[in-house]
Every structure is written in C-alpha cells, then in structure tokens.
C-alpha cells in the first residue's frame, strides 16, 4: 500500500483543480507538505481546505530567487523527498501572430523554472541520496496543437528536460518521471459550451473528460517506492486520446 509517512514534498501550481487534487492525494497517504502558488487569497482558502500544509507565495518566473525558494521550503518541511512541478502557464496565438514576448514568456515559465527548480531541488536530495521528481507536461506537448506553438514547445521540453536528467540522476538514487494530462475537468472546461464539449469528448476514446484526481493518482504512483524502478518515463492520463491520434498518424 502506498504510504507517505515522514515524506517531505514541495508542490508548485497548487492553487489550481489539479494542484489542490495532489496535495489533497498526498494528505490522505500521510504526506508533510508544502504548497506554492502566486495567488495569496488562493493559498490562503487552500490552507483552510488542508489545514495540515504549510503555503509559501512565490512567482517561479523569478529566476533568480529560486534557490533561496527551495532553500525556505526545505526549511519549512525539514527536507525534501518529493518534488511535484505542477506550476505553469499559457499565452495562445497563432504562430505568425506569436509575439515573441508570447513565446518567451511560456517558455521561460513552463521549461526553464522547471529545470531550474529541479536543478536546486536535486542538490538536496543528493545529500539524502533519495528523491523523486514528478514534473506535469500535456498531450500537447507529444501532439501539438493549433496555436500553442510555445506551450507545446515548452512541455515537449519538460520531456526531454525529465528523460536526461533521469540518465544523470538514476544511480543517486532520484527518479523523475512526467504525467501527462489530456482533458482535464476543471473551471475552464466548465465554462466551454456544450456542443464544443461534445466535439472535444469525441476526439476520447473514453468519452468523457479526465478530472484532477486521475493525474493526482498517477503522481501518487510515480512518487512512491512501488515505483522506484520507473525513471524517464511518462504516464498519459488522457482516457486513450494520445494513442488514438498516433493511429490517426498512422493510417
């Protein structure tokens, strides 16, 4: 059974339908946690939801203050065990009206405080010789898509970023791994009306839209010692619409 007893872990993007799905996971498996976000009020109301994490506000596209972040959350949880880089964004525009603010933006969030939150992240963890990363891409990031040239880019990114730092970290004793999210029910998706939905679903081979716990589920997985023989890998939770496009490809 999976368990979390005396596991220090960091999750980023909490505030959002899938963060606050990780962290509940994690509370219910006995995990110490600490949640980060940009949105003080969000963070505040998440505290009051899971009254036993501890919150630190922080904007991760501050580069140069992401040492000292990891430095005051392993301070806050005594360690760090688990890292889960849930945080990101999108700027959506179709290429040849991508400004390249647009696309640095997305890139510089989504890709590269990613790595450079993992990079500090490993340097505590190799002093415990023990750790487990879990970075949150996108089927976008294996399929593209219609004016997301930049969030595509950046969660490819994260894949290849996750693959070879698994190769450099696999005999410290670190896994990382990525979970890959399709459809997601959430406030977004609630407002999409519904024949779009339907055209949307219908691209699923499941037919219906996935919800935060079924990514928080996979992120539990990868986490913990039941998988720690699995490193550079991905798990698609996206009700089989990734592998239904690949044969669209093919045929």
């Given at each position: 059974m999976?368990?979390?007893?005396?596991?220090?872990?960091l999750v980023t993007g909490a505030t959002g339908g899938i963060g606050g799905e990780i962290i509940k996971k994690f509370l219910s498996l006995d995990g110490k946690v600490v949640a980060t976000g940009t949105n003080i009020e969000k963070l505040d109301l998440l505290k009051k939801t899971f009254p036993n994490i501890d919150i630190i506000k922080f904007d991760i596209s501050e580069h140069s203050k992401i040492e000292e972040f990891i430095d005051n959350a392993t301070t806050q949880l005594s360690g760090l065990d688990i890292l889960v880089n849930n945080a990101g964004t999108n700027i959506d525009n179709l290429s040849l009206r991508m400004k390249n603010e647009e696309w640095g933006k997305v890139i510089a969030i989504n890709l590269t405080s990613t790595f450079l939150i993992t990079k500090h992240a490993i340097k505590k963890m190799l002093?415990?010789?023990?750790?487990?990363?879990?970075?949150?891409?996108?089927?976008?990031?294996?399929?593209?898509?219609?004016?997301?040239?930049?969030y595509a880019a950046s969660k490819a990114g994260i894949i290849g970023m996750t693959k070879s730092l698994a190769i450099e970290y696999a005999k410290k004793n670190i896994t990382l791994n990525c979970v890959s999210p399709g459809f997601i029910q959430s406030r977004m998706t609630d407002n999409i009306v519904e024949s779009v939905k339907a055209v949307l679903t219908s691209r699923i081979p499941m037919s219906r839209l996935g919800n935060g716990e079924d990514v928080a589920n996979s992120v539990a997985f990868l986490s913990s010692e039941q998988a720690s023989y699995i490193t550079g890998e991905t798990i698609h939770v996206n009700g089989g619409m990734y592998m239904a496009w690949q044969k669209l490809l093919i045929n």
């Open positions: 999976i368990n979390f007893k005396n596991k220090k872990i002093k415990n010789k023990y750790g487990r990363i879990v970075n949150i891409t996108s089927v976008v990031g294996h399929t593209g898509n219609v004016g997301q040239a930049n």
